[in-house]
């Protein structure tokens, strides 16, 4: 059974940082490209940022582009999405998704397997 498990979430004061983690079990993530979405309330669920899957590539939105990085430890079936400057408008569900491909994928339609979510609040 494949499960991808989020965490990291917290409530952060803006301009603040948190570090998400995706930790999968069941599959073993250097066959698979990955992906951070986030859904905040009221609203769709929107690409975040992708990573390949042997890490050569990336993509972020533009939104948290400069201020997100997102990682892979392959050995440790692990992908991070680092959030630095979080601003409120930040505050969302965020998701990590696996698919089955090299490349990153940006649409929500190209992944495989998706977590349960990590809640992230950016508040004074």
């Known amino acids: 059974q494949v499960q991808l498990a989020e965490s990291g979430g917290d409530w952060v004061q803006p301009g603040g940082s948190l570090r998400l983690s995706c930790a999968a079990s069941g599959i073993t993530l250097d066959g698979y490209a990955m992906g951070w979405f986030r859904q905040a309330p009221g609203k769709e669920r929107e690409g975040v940022s992708c990573?390949?899957?042997?890490?050569?590539?990336?993509y972020y939105a533009d939104s948290v582009k400069g201020r997100f990085t997102i990682s892979r430890d392959n050995a440790n079936n692990t992908v991070y999405l680092q959030m630095n400057n979080l601003k409120t408008e930040d505050t969302a569900v965020y998701f990590c998704a696996a698919a089955r491909s090299g490349l990153a994928r940006q649409k929500e339609s190209q992944y495989d397997y998706w977590g349960q979510g990590t809640q992230v609040t950016v508040s004074s």
């Open positions: 990573i390949s899957s042997d890490d050569t590539g990336s």
